[in-house]
Nanobody, 128 residues
Framework: QVQLVESGGGSVHTGGSLRLSCAAS????????MGWFRQAPGKEREGVAAFDSDGSTTYADSVKGRFTISKDNAKNTLYLQMNSLKPEDSAMYYC??????????????????????WGQGTQVNVSS
């Protein structure tokens, strides 16, 4: 069965950096979309970045130029490098995956409704 396990969250000051990891096990599909989402208390879950199995990436406007999504296929691990962190980046961050075909992974709208497989989340706190 598919399992996604996030790690790498923590507490940093404004301007700091963190790298989140999402280790995927039981995933045998060659065409997929994987994404990072975040949810702050009292807010809806929002898409942060998406990674298409063809190597394409998509970012929310709020993180463009600061966050980088990547994947190490040998380790079957998805990463989110977060630089220049701001207090508004504080949230629980989730990794998600879906079997994919059709182009939606490259849409600017990174919709959590498109994803079936989710990790348990890792907390990121950014203090001013």
């Amino acid at each position: 069965q598919v399992q996604l396990v996030e790690s790498g969250g923590g507490s940093v000051h404004t301007g700091g950096s963190l790298r989140l990891s999402c280790a995927a096990s039981g995933w045998t599909y060659s065409n997929y979309c994987m994404g990072w989402f975040r949810q702050a208390p009292g807010k809806e879950r929002e898409g942060v970045a998406a990674f298409d199995s063809d190597g394409s990436t998509t970012y929310a406007d709020s993180v463009k130029g600061r966050f980088t999504i990547s994947k190490d296929n040998a380790k079957n691990t998805l990463y989110l490098q977060m630089n220049s962190l701001k207090p508004e980046d504080s949230a629980m961050y989730y990794c998600a995956a879906e079997v994919y075909g059709g182009g939606w992974c490259r849409s600017p709208l990174i919709d959590p409704e498109n994803f079936s497989y989710w990790g348990q989340g890792t907390q990121v706190n950014v203090s001013s």
